[in-house]
C-alpha cells in the first residue's frame, strides 16, 4: 500500500494515512493482490491460516475457515495440497479466502479478474458480490469495467492516474460517453 500524497484515508473515523500497514490490517484492512501471490509452497490450509495471524480470537477461526470452504468448495477440497499447483481460479479462490479469515471490515481488490477463464470471471464477481451483500466494504481496482459497474455501487474512472468520472455505478454504465470510451461502445 502507498501513503497518499494528499486527501486522507479514514477507517471508523480516524485518519489511518500514516500508520503502518501491520497497524491498518489489524484494524480491518485487507488486500487481495494481483497475481494472488501466495506462498506456493505452502499448502491450501497453511495460506489460509495467515491470513489469521493476527486474530486473538483463536476459538473462531475453525468457524471462519468452513465459512471459506462454504464459499468455495473447491478450496476445501485441496486444503493439503501446495497453493503453487492450484490452477489461476482456484489461487484467486485461496488468496480472497485468506484475506477474509482476517475478518477484515475493509476488503481491497486489484483485479481480482486477471487471468481467469470467462466463466471463473463471473463465478468470482457473483462471489464478491455475495461478500458485499453480507456487510463487507469492497474497494476494487479492475479494468474489466462492465463486470466491476455490475455488482458495485459507485464508480471511479482513472485516465493516467487522475479520475475523470465518479458517479453511482448505474450512473456511470447509463452515461453514453463513459460507455463509448471505457467500454468500447460506438
Do not use: C
Not at 497518499?4 to 493482490?33: C, F, K, W
Not at 506456493?40 to 490450509?45: A, D, N, T
Not at 479466502?97 to 475478518?103: D, E, I, K, V
Not at 458495485?152 to 453514453?176: F, H, K, M, S, Y
Amino acid at each position: 500500500m502507498v501513503t497518499p500524497t494528499s486527501g486522507e484515508v479514514v477507517l471508523d473515523g480516524e485518519v489511518v494515512n500514516h500508520q503502518p500497514i501491520s497497524y491498518r490490517v489489524a484494524n480491518g484492512v485487507t488486500m487481495v493482490p494481483e497475481n494472488r501471490r501466495l506462498f506456493k509452497r505452502l499448502s491450501v490450509k497453511e495460506n489460509l491460516m495467515l491470513g489469521a495471524y493476527l486474530r486473538k480470537d483463536k476459538d473462531e477461526i475453525e468457524s471462519d475457515l468452513e465459512y471459506v470452504y462454504d464459499l468455495f468448495p473447491r478450496v476445501k477440497e485441496r486444503i493439503n495440497q501446495k497453493s503453487g499447483t492450484l490452477s489461476g481460479g482456484e489461487q484467486q479462490m485461496v488468496a480472497i479466502g485468506r484475506a477474509l479469515m482476517s475478518r477484515p471490515k475493509v476488503l481491497l481488490m486489484d483485479e481480482p479478474s486477471m487471468g481467469l477463464a470467462p466463466a471463473l470471471v463471473q463465478q468470482n464477481f457473483e462471489l464478491i458480490q455475495q461478500i458485499n451483500d453480507e456487510g463487507m466494504s469492497i474497494f476494487m481496482v479492475e479494468q474489466n469495467a462492465n463486470m466491476a459497474l455490475s455488482i458495485a455501487d459507485r464508480g471511479w474512472v482513472l485516465q493516467t492516474g487522475i479520475v475523470v468520472l465518479n458517479d453511482t455505478a448505474e450512473a456511470l454504465l447509463a452515461n453514453p460517453e463513459m460507455r463509448a470510451a471505457y467500454l468500447g461502445e460506438a
